[in-house]
């Protein structure tokens, strides 16, 4: 059963970089079908999708957040990653890795990791 | 503010059916389809409904998904306690270079 774990610092700076990272256990992401997506949800609000890379490092973003997002793979330990630079507390969310396939307009997030929660405060 | 509107909250009593709505556009719900997700607070978000009207194996036929023009609308039936979780629709938008949206979720409550 294929599995996503978040990880990364809780707290972050204003105007700093955010870094996490999403293992993959139970499958691999050197796969041709699927994407690894990240999307994040601040407190009190909506879903956020961020962006998702696929194998080989073909890279889609929100155009919201498409400045700011660095999405990468390191496919030797099986994780992608996940770069948000020049943060503000607006940034302050749970964030989420999930896989989903293509087409993006007729795909789906399935499975989700449990989000881990980044605050950015001075 | 989230780009597909849902009503932030809903209920039901034990049995009871509830539907809760989601509103787009021309750009998303209205030529894509729509996705259900349902959610624990702390815990992973579990795709309910997929391809506006489909269930992934073992959500019970009590989840039932619909489409008309640029609204979607999920329906519980047979409403149990343990369905008091958020519930957030999605959408791809195909403006601009296109992207996920999602609405603001709905915290539904068994009373």
């Known amino acids: 059963q294929l599995q996503l774990q978040e990880s990364g610092p809780g707290l972050v700076k204003p105007s700093e970089t955010l870094s996490l990272t999403c293992t993959v256990s139970g499958g691999t992401i050197r796969s041709s079908t699927y994407y690894w997506g990240w999307v994040r949800q601040p407190p009190g609000k909506g879903l956020e999708w961020i962006g998702s890379v696929y194998y080989g490092g073909h890279s889609s973003y929100n155009p919201s957040l498409k400045s700011r997002v660095t999405l990468s793979e390191d496919t030797s330990k099986n994780q992608f990653s996940l770069k948000l630079s020049s943060v503000t507390a607006a940034d302050t969310a749970v964030y989420y890795c999930?896989?989903?396939?293509?087409?993006?307009?007729?795909?789906?997030?399935?499975?989700w990791g449990q989000g881990t929660l980044v605050t950015v405060s001075s | 503010q989230s780009v597909l509107t849902q009503p932030p909250s809903a209920s039901g009593t034990p049995g009871q059916r509830v539907t809760i709505s989601c509103s787009g556009s021309s750009s998303n719900v209205g030529i894509n389809y729509v996705y259900w997700y349902q959610h624990l607070p702390g815990t992973a978000p579990k795709l309910l409904i997929y391809?506006?009207?489909q269930r992934p194996s073992g959500v019970p036929d009590r989840f039932s998904g619909s489409k008309s023009g640029t609204s979607a609308s999920l329906a519980i039936s047979g409403l149990r306690s343990e369905d008091a979780a958020d519930y957030h629709c999605?959408?791809?938008?195909?403006?601009?270079?296109?992207?996920?949206?999602f609405g603001g979720g709905t915290k539904l409550t068994v009373l």
């Open positions: 999930a896989r989903h396939s293509g087409p993006f307009s007729s795909s789906w997030f399935d499975p």
């Open positions: 999605a959408a791809w938008d195909d403006s601009l270079s296109g992207f996920w949206v």
């Open positions: 391809r506006n009207d």
